[in-house]
């Protein structure tokens, strides 16, 4: 198994240009979650899928920020344009739901972005 | 008040010694908990779940307090391998699906 894919793993740019962050989640996994960790705030969840459908993206800090999952085994989060604040490792997990919970809910090794 | 809040350390302990975090959240409904570590510059992952009759693994013991909301973490015995970032975990949530919230970490670290 080849866990969760995060690509990648260091980004920086300069203010205004446009970001794309990828996600590949572990097969099988049916719930995937964008969060973002910085030091003042700790990890904060942005939004997350249940089978490709977006559920819950009251986490996304604003219109700047825009999240899809085309398919199962597939995600990206863009933030256009990008801001000096934007600058922080973001994460992706997935996980299988079983009821209204969670089960193996695994990160990727995350993405350092840093824009200057 | 955040849904999940620890103390941030850090803890500076000897090896050999006994440390205990602790974590309080506020939604009473939660129904799952957890303690997730975080080495320095890399993910979260799993350290163990948090059963209402308390448990161990090892050197780690966690209980939980429904009735306070109250979460702890014990680790005896600490190696210098253990200096991390410990992270309280709960899964909350209003209605249906319910997802992981974080609190920001308690970091430890474990000097020779």
């Known amino acids: 198994d080849a866990g969760v894919i995060q690509s990648p793993r260091h980004e920086v740019t300069e203010m205004g240009q446009e970001v794309t962050l990828r996600c590949k989640p572990i097969s099988g996994h049916d719930y995937l979650f964008w969060y973002r960790q910085t030091m003042m705030r700790g990890l904060e969840l942005l939004i997350y899928f249940n089978n490709n459908v977006p559920i819950d993206d009251s986490g996304m800090p604003e219109d700047r920020f825009s999240a899809k999952m085309p398919n199962a085994s597939f995600s990206t989060l863009k933030i256009q344009p990008s801001e000096p604040r934007d600058s922080a490792v973001y994460f992706c997990?997935?996980?299988f739901g079983v009821g209204s919970l969670t089960i193996g809910y695994t990160f990727g090794s995350g993405t350092r972005l840093t824009v200057v | 008040r955040k849904e999940v809040e620890q103390d941030p350390g850090p803890f500076n302990v000897p090896e050999g010694a006994t440390v205990a975090f602790n974590c309080t959240y506020s939604n009473s409904a939660s129904q799952s908990f957890f303690w997730y570590r975080q080495d320095c510059r890399k993910e979260p992952k799993l350290l163990m779940s948090v059963y209402s009759s308390g448990n161990e693994d090892g050197r780690f013991t966690a209980q939980l307090n429904r009735a306070s909301q109250y979460i702890s973490l014990l680790i005896r015995d600490s190696k210098l391998s253990d200096s991390a970032t410990y992270l309280c975990v709960v899964n909350t949530g209003d209605t249906g699906f319910q997802k992981l919230v974080f609190g920001t970490g308690t970091r430890l670290l474990v000097s020779p």
């Open positions: 997990a997935s996980s």
